[in-house]
């Protein structure tokens, strides 16, 4: 079978609906207590000196933070929205250090939002179960937005980012932590299209939007004041714990004589094709995005 063939293949195996994205996070959310204490479904931001390369949450917390300092709304009666919240860890950090923001997020999974919704009983938060790419949000209706590693699993869809730029008031900002590709999915090499193809299974993504592209649908959208920047280095140490964290994770599992779930199998799976796949540093990139409506 010719290369093209065998690209073509796996291209069309990835597909991922609604069901299995919502069957996912119902299934493995417990899981990323694991990951993190304060529940933060993402990678993190080193700082040295600031965080600790050996405390997980501090750079988990850290990359929180980025999105909040970029954000730049005013931190009093302000509203956000958290466009796939998981369940609320980021809500979480930024009520914790604003109280009197309001922060709205949302999820396909019922488990996300029940168990979020109690985490947040008396704050200025709460969590729906909708569609980031078909919010209730009113138009112009919001100070801010940010998507941390979610809009992913539309593969950085111009839909999810039209719905953002929909909900946002004139001059608000969107904030996007994400892997993107550096390069065409057709133009990835078999290893790197390899482990692309295993990242997108495990953790049930339609794809990473390559980093131009999206660009590119950013500005036709109308967006503006565009800020790219790549914070591969910056999140490499948090990536660096994945195959300690899921070894201790089997081992308590084993020891404990606790089944693994399938989904709790394919999220250890797309965590570690998320290490190997930072390995390709001219196929994949992490970046942090800031633009204005």
Known sequence: MSTLAI?????????????????FYDEATEDYEFWSKDFNMHFGYYIPFKTSIFQRDSMLNEMNQQVFDRLQVSKQNSLIADLGCGIGGTIQYGLRKYPLLHIIGVTLSSFQVNE????LEGKNGLILQENYCHTSFASSSLDGAYAMESFCHSGHSKQALQEAYRILKPNAKLVITDAFLKKDAEQLCIGSNYCYEQLCEGWSLNGLGSIKKVEHTLKQIGFRDIVIKDISYRVAP????????????????????????????????????ALLSGLHTKSFGYYIITVKK
């Open 238 to 273: 948090s990536v660096l714990h994945v195959p300690f964290a899921i070894t201790k994770f089997i081992a308590q599992k084993l020891f404990k004589k606790s089944p693994i779930k399938p989904q709790s199998l394919k999220n250890l799976k797309g965590s570690l094709f």
């Open 7 to 23: 690209l073509h293949k796996l291209k069309l195996k990835r597909s991922s609906t609604k069901e299995k994205i919502t069957q």
């Open 116 to 119: 979020g919704n109690k985490r």
